[in-house]
């Protein structure tokens, strides 16, 4: 008798808008998603022969459907796990036994999203143009979206919540279910009118939650913690505009800022291109950028022993968190692309450009006195991961030590901090050329 192994595997999730796409493939079809984690202690599946699972995702009620399928079960002498209850524990209540149940939403559920949006606050529309409904004739390219705000702490805010928490676990890295019981968290939802279907009035198209925190003596502080534009709609812009909705309220509300809690690369990018676009149009920033970009032109800065790091005046920081609500941390990011964008030609300059953000990097990883000794960093060795075996320390008013790093260490040193350079650079021209496309 042959005995199954365990294996890794994914979830194909197909999303669907009607009851006619389910169990066809006109779906939409997210990648497979790893669902190990969900399964026991060791995160393990054992006792299946050729599994695999498709679940089928309603974006008018988010209700969900699992299809299992497998070419045989084995029991290797760790039982054949129970793919059920892992199952529940992803998708909750919205987890329905058959396909027909699936199919029975797409009536019965056909108003939830409409009902549950009906008490928020409608806050701002915008024409975006119509890539979802591909049957629109050529005079209806675009359609309305609008953000809604709810407080969480509403029963309906918190039900359509509880929905969503499947996409959340699945789809948002390291994002836990927030605690909809908490009036401090509040949902911001994009909203889109469905032309093609009329019965079905909304559509939602992404949302995000922010939580409210009181500022002393009498502001807020407003932090995103999950952002995310459901799979069929991403790439279109949705997620750009909500942190567009979410920056003019942090102004209009005079907040003291807006932060996000552990952004992951793409959503930085987005974020800073939205930020671009508010510090461009703000002249206190564009004064001093002319005077930074005037010192970085007179010369030879990769010449000299220490460079100046080029940092914005403290009083142009606090006003910028004060008009704008944008912290100094997203700040100094976006001023170095701004002092980028302020060189012409970019080429005659680039060197010495390069030396500030290398110097920037160099401080930001070992600490801003790098460029005269100090502190160092070196392996050590360990029984445990060797790659994060380290030590660090900083020798008196930089003086010379007993401990020194070998060639190979120094060698290493130098060429992480370099990939660190270079992809900071790339993405610098990333931004800037995005920015300057918006501009003209």
């Known amino acids: 008798m042959m005995v199954s192994a365990f294996f890794i595997f994914g979830v194909d999730g197909v999303t669907v808008s009607s009851k006619e796409e389910v169990g066809t493939s006109n779906g939409y079809c997210i990648s497979p998603v790893d669902l190990n984690s969900f399964f026991g202690e060791d995160g393990k599946i054992y006792g299946y022969q050729g599994l695999k699972i498709t679940v089928w995702i309603s974006i008018i009620s988010f209700h969900a459907y699992a299809d299992i399928s497998f070419d045989g079960t084995c029991d290797g002498g760790k039982g054949i796990t129970d793919l059920k209850p892992a199952l529940q524990s992803i998708f909750g209540e919205t987890l329905v036994e058959t396909k027909d149940d699936l199919l029975q939403t797409f009536s019965t559920e056909s108003h939830f999203l409409s009902s549950v949006v009906s008490n928020g606050e409608k806050l701002q529309y915008k024409a975006f143009r119509d890539d979802i409904n591909h049957n629109c004739s050529p005079e209806e390219t675009t359609s309305n979206v609008e953000v809604v705000r709810m407080v969480v702490g509403n029963s309906a805010a918190g039900h359509l919540y509880s929905r969503l928490v499947p996409l959340v676990l699945l789809l948002v890295d390291g994002s836990n279910p927030i605690d909809v019981t908490d009036p401090s968290w509040e949902l911001y ?10 019965t079905t009035q909304n559509l939602l198209l992404g949302f995000t939650a922010v939580y409210r925190f009181y500022h002393y003596p009498d502001s807020s502080r407003l932090r995103l913690s999950q952002i995310l534009v459901l799979p069929p709609y991403q790439h279109r812009g949705y997620g750009g505009y909500l942190v567009e909705v979410l920056s003019n309220i942090a102004i209009s509300e005079d907040v003291y800022d807006l932060t996000v809690e552990e952004p992951l ?45 080029f940092m914005p005046p403290p009083d142009v920081v606090d006003n910028v968190r004060k008009s704008l609500k944008i912290n100094k941390k997203q700040f100094l990011q976006c001023w170095e692309i701004l002092v980028y964008l302020g060189l012409d030609p970019v080429d005659k300059y680039m060197e010495d450009y390069l030396t500030i953000i290398s110097n920037r990097v160099k401080a930001d990883i070992l600490g801003k006195d790098s460029e005269i000794a100090g502190k160092q960093v070196i392996q050590v060795p360990s029984i445990h991961d060797e790659e994060v075996s380290f030590v660090m320390f900083r020798s008196r008013n930089g003086a010379a030590t007993g401990v020194q790093m070998d060639k190979d260490q120094t060698k290493t040193q130098e060429e992480q901090l370099q990939q660190l350079v270079d992809e900071r650079i790339k993405e610098i021209k990333l931004i800037a050329e995005k920015v300057s496309q918006q501009r003209v």
């Open 189 to 198: 939802l994009l909203i889109q009118k469905n032309r093609d279907q009329p």
């Open 265 to 309: 690369d793409y959503f930085q990018h987005v974020r800073t291109c939205v930020d671009m676009k508010h510090l461009l149009a703000f002249n206190p920033v564009q004064e001093a950028i002319k005077s930074a970009v005037l010192q970085l032109k007179r010369g030879k800065l990769s010449k000299k022993t220490h460079t100046p790091r």
